[in-house]
């Protein structure tokens, strides 16, 4: 009786998430090298038919979650994205759309307004012409982002720039925020490069020197105060130079969940790189019964996975043990210590890594993000002297 | 915090909606990568935020609604207005 009690109450103590990532494709292009998608993107024949996205929708608004970002990849590549976009007005979802701003005509826009679009974040990879379209490897997407920011504008739809921020493009933090001013954005984020998947393939080519990451992060703080009602700018500082790890998607399986193209259901963008974790399709199990018990949603949910020193952590629901994709990646256990924290025992290796990548003058070519009939070697080889140097 | 104009009129951006959560029961603010959750005071006054009334009315209207002073109320009216500019949920 007292478990089954424990049980129903642990249930209920899980909240739905507010809002719902949906990666309706894997199809970009763009070829940023820190894109976010797993190394092993999936084709256009695995993704999910309308029927399934329309199904995710309806199940989304009925457990209470609030918002959707359609993102990818480009999610504008997908032929039913104003169908869904319709779906989430009707059923009263705020929905945000993720977009590289390329391949989006006016008339497309318009039709995506129509269907009750709210808000679309534009990604930005630098503030300089040049270099923004060497990052993404594609000649002219830097004008064509312009000039679709530029229609968002003049629509009045609310516009969001999203940079990731590395060592070739630092130092544009300035420039960024008067691009965005320029543009009528009304938020940007400026993000630090995560290094998980394609970000951890590149990292040597991508790691920031911990001056370059001060003067970042100084030169934010003042245009903060400085534009106060005029620009909201987020910030998300990158974790190797910190002594305390990040609360991971704001603690693992407790405010935030993905769907792959595949259909596939998971706690955060990289969580497949884990092995010997089950993900739930959406096809297959209702939607809150695997956010609710799903195995790779219970696993590290809470506390009670962690091992000591964490366990006595005073800081233990603040950050919730950090990443468990970065402990996997960098300390050989998804179970372990986020190796950011100052208590792991690879903390200072980490810490050094970083800090010889990033005084190399002259880093490594970027393996671009790309399917992989074409990377396959390339990749290959970059994960085999990654965990050599790490 | 800065003091408020009493006459401007606050107003939704666009891209800002306010939204009935049936799941919790509760009202809440829906709004670029962001969901503010509104009790039951701070609802009384943003939904009163539609560029019509102005602060001055907004105060009136809701001692009134409270059964309070419009000195007891303005203080909370103009921290609530002014922090929703500051994150562009609203403007004047």
Known sequence: ?390 | MSTLDSRSTPRFLPGVRLHHDQTRGQWVILAPERVIELDEVAHAIVQRCNGERSIETIVAELADEFDATPEEVSGDVQALIDDLIGKRILRL
């Not at chain 1, 256009?44 to 918002?67: F, H, K, P, S, Y």
């Not at chain 1, 989006?104 to 379209?133: C, F, N, P, W, Y």
């Not at chain 1, 259901?265 to 019964?289: K, S, W």
């Open chain 1, 1 to 390: 009786m007292n478990i089954m009690l424990a049980e129903a109450s642990r249930a209920l103590a899980v909240a739905p998430p507010l809002a719902v990532l949906l990666e309706l494709t894997h199809r970009c292009p763009l070829a940023c090298p820190y894109c976010s998608n797993p190394l092993e993107l999936a084709s256009q024949r695995e993704e999910m038919d309308t029927g399934g996205w329309l199904n995710v929708i309806d199940q989304a608004a009925t457990m209470g979650v609030l918002q959707l970002h359609f993102s990818g990849g480009e999610p504008a590549l997908r032929k039913d994205l104003v169908e869904l976009l319709q779906r989430a007005r009707e059923r009263g979802l705020y929905s945000n759309l993720i977009t590289s701003g390329i391949g989006i005509d006016e008339a497309k826009l318009d039709r995506m307004i129509e269907a009750g679009l709210d808000h679309v974040q534009l990604s930005l990879q630098d503030a300089t012409r040049e270099s923004a379209d060497h990052i993404a490897g594609y000649k002219g997407s830097f004008d064509k982002k312009l000039r679709f920011a530029g229609w968002v504008r003049e629509r009045e739809l609310p516009l969001t720039l999203n940079a990731v921020v590395h060592r070739h493009n630092a130092g544009n933090v300035p420039r960024m925020i008067e691009l965005a001013l320029a543009l009528g954005a009304s938020r940007l984020e400026v993000a630090h490069t995560q290094y998980y998947g394609w970000g951890l393939v590149n990292r040597a080519a991508l790691m920031p020197s911990r001056e370059q990451l001060d003067a970042a992060t100084a030169v934010v703080e003042e245009a903060r105060v400085r534009l106060r009602g005029t620009l909201v700018i987020d910030y998300v500082t990158p974790d190797y130079y910190a002594r305390r790890p990040k609360a991971c998607m704001g603690g693992w399986a407790q405010k935030f969940l993905n769907i792959s193209p595949r259909g596939d259901v998971l706690p955060c963008h990289a969580a497949e790189t884990i092995p010997g974790m089950y993900f739930d399709n959406i096809r297959e199990r209702p939607l809150l019964d695997i956010w609710q018990h799903g195995d790779a949603f219970e696993r590290y949910r809470g506390t009670a996975w962690m091992p000591e020193p964490c366990q006595s952590c005073p800081k233990k629901e603040v950050d919730w043990g950090g990443c468990r994709c970065q402990a996997l990646a960098l300390s050989g256990a998804a179970d372990t210590l986020d190796p950011v924290c100052e208590k792991s025992p690879d903390h200072a290796r980490i810490r050094a890594a970083a800090e010889l990548e990033s005084a190399n003058a002259a880093p490594p070519p970027f393996v671009y993000r790309r399917p992989p009939r074409s990377t396959n070697s390339v990749i290959g080889s970059g994960i085999a002297s990654l965990s050599k140097s790490v």
